[in-house]
């Protein structure tokens, strides 16, 4: 059993940045951040494989976020830079023990309790 554990969302004007943070225990195989805003479904925002083979970006994010971890491979980081107020959402760290999509959540078995962030105008 993987436990996730997120920290470092809050609330940042836009243009602002901030880190998310997701500590992991157990084998995982590749993890990701999602995120979700009221009304609206999960979506996969940027991932990679435990062995940083392959890392993913959603379209919305790309040159924006920087999604890594650390050489222990037991904390994925997400560094979010020239934030925008459509960032606003509950952001989840998911990882998963085999392969799969990088944005359905269905092919996560693994989920963290989720972080807030929300970038005002």
């Known amino acids: 059993q993987v436990q996730l554990v997120e920290s470092g969302g809050g609330s940042v004007q836009a243009g602002g940045s901030l880190r998310l943070a997701c500590e992991a225990s157990?084998?995982?195989?590749?993890w990701a951040w999602f995120r979700q805003a009221p009304g609206q479904e999960r979506e996969g925002v940027a991932g990679?494989?435990?062995?940083?083979?392959?890392?993913f970006y959603d379209e919305p994010v790309k040159g924006r976020f920087t999604v890594f971890q650390d050489n222990a491979k037991t904390t994925l980081y997400l560094q979010m830079n020239s934030l925008k107020p459509e960032d606003t959402a509950m952001y989840y760290c998911?990882?998963?023990?085999?392969?799969?999509?990088?944005?359905?959540?269905?092919?996560?078995?693994?989920w963290g309790q989720g972080t807030q962030v929300t970038v005002s105008s």
């Open positions: 998911a990882a998963s023990s085999y392969g799969g999509s990088w944005t359905r959540p269905v092919d996560f078995n693994y």
């Open positions: 157990g084998y995982i195989y590749r």
């Open positions: 990679m494989l435990s062995n940083g083979a392959t890392i």
